[in-house]
């Protein structure tokens, strides 16, 4: 029997919050937290919208799952997101101990990994690229869209 729960159905989640986001001409960027397979957050980059450079997608999550499970850890959690973590999402993922961070397209700029893993916190499972032709594709329309007008 197949499992419906894959990181793939959960990934398709934060795929439809990057869709939102670029539907608002935000940097598509969508993230989903998920706690015993149900999503207890979801949300997507809000820079623009909100005048406020640190309105990304895992950072609202955060404070939305945080606020759900009515605790500041959430170790028993993954975090999907369409783009690999910045540094300051990285940051915020290691005080939240985040168990696990499932990521679709690599950061080769900005990702934490470039600078460290040691970013994160030392419980944290990461797994990169699920979807990931999916997540890169939405990000790189993004672009070549802003860059013809």
């Not at 795929?15 to 986001?21: M, S, V």
């Not at 001409?25 to 015993?36: M, R, S, T």
Request: with cysteine; aromatic share 10%.
């Amino acid at each position: 029997m197949e499992a419906i729960f894959t990181e793939e159905y959960f990934m398709k989640k934060a795929i439809e919050q990057a869709k939102a986001a670029f539907d608002k001409n935000e940097v598509p960027v969508g993230a989903v937290i998920v706690y015993k397979n149900s999503v207890i957050a979801a949300a997507h980059n809000l820079t623009e919208t909100l005048n406020d450079v640190t309105a990304h997608a895992e950072m609202s999550a955060f404070t939305s799952a945080s606020n759900r499970l009515g605790a500041k850890y959430l170790n028993e959690c993954t975090l999907y997101v369409t783009l690999e973590p910045c540094v300051m999402c990285a940051g915020a993922s290691y005080w939240t101990q985040i168990g696990k961070i499932v990521y679709g397209a690599t950061d080769e700029k900005r990702g934490f990994s470039k600078f460290s893993r040691q970013i994160l916190h030392p419980k944290t499972i990461v797994n990169a690229g699920v979807c990931k032709d999916e997540c890169s594709e939405l990000i790189s329309d993004f672009f070549k869209k802003h860059r013809s007008v």
